[in-house]
């Protein structure tokens, strides 16, 4: 998740943004505030990666908070003013939004901020958090949030990750490295090149197959390649 810091002196141009921010699944708003000196002590406390920044206000200005802040998180300017387009590159912000803010204009700059993020991570295709996943669809610009505790098994299927959760399977447009690399720390492992299960939903190991707890009749083929290392972690809790 991209966490954000809205500042700007009018609070009807930040409810118009905090509802934008919505929209965006891969946006997490941390705090929104009128007063640039407040918003300079929250990059100062909090983890905010990126700062939807207002240019004309009191005490600091937009142009000056940038470089007191100095590289920590990424700016997007919103102002009503085109005449700071110029200081906005030089400043390397990430885009120059003009008020009043079109959503699609939004839209368009935060999927811009996505993939400065996604080349800088080396991972193009999922944000992982503590709890859900955010994952490319099937199709471009579709964005899917899937709860970690809700994902029975994934499998892979060519230039696709599958994920079935609750009953239904959900395709992705991923692959199962970039998946292990997330879902590793939250207890999942990795059984067979074409699959990924949640440690939790395992029922019982019969030879070379897993059978799970939630999906009665699944049997999933532990792979060779695998074998040694999943026997391993059992073993661990084996009584």
Do not use: W
């Amino acid at each position: 998740m991209i966490n954000c810091l809205i500042i700007d002196d009018e609070q009807p141009a930040i409810d118009i943004l905090i509802a934008y921010v919505e929209k965006a699944p891969y946006l997490n708003l941390v705090a929104s505030t009128t007063s640039s000196i407040e918003g300079l002590e929250i990059v100062n406390k909090e983890k905010i990666d990126l700062i939807f920044l207002d240019i004309q206000m009191p005490n600091i200005t937009g142009l000056e908070l940038i470089k007191a802040i100095n590289g920590k998180c990424k700016v997007i300017f919103t102002t009503a003013y085109n005449q700071y387009a110029l200081d906005g590159f030089e400043l390397d912000v990430i885009d120059y939004l003009l008020k009043p803010i079109p959503l699609d204009r939004f839209l368009k700059a935060a999927q811009k901020v996505k993939t400065f993020f996604e080349q800088a991570n080396g991972n193009n295709n999922i944000y992982a958090d503590q709890d859900f996943l955010v994952v490319q669809g099937d199709s471009k610009g579709k964005l899917i949030k899937l709860e970690i505790k809700e994902i029975d098994y994934i499998e892979g299927m060519g230039n696709y990750v599958a994920f079935y959760c609750n009953g239904k399977k959900i395709l992705s447009l991923i692959n199962m490295k970039d998946i292990e690399e997330n879902l590793l720390s939250k207890s999942f492992i990795r059984v067979h090149k074409s699959f990924i299960v949640p440690i939790s939903n395992i029922s019982s190991i019969d030879a070379n197959l897993i059978l799970l707890k939630r999906n009665a009749g699944v049997e999933i083929v532990i792979g060779r390649a695998y074998k040694e290392a999943f026997l391993e972690k059992m073993k661990r809790n084996m009584v």
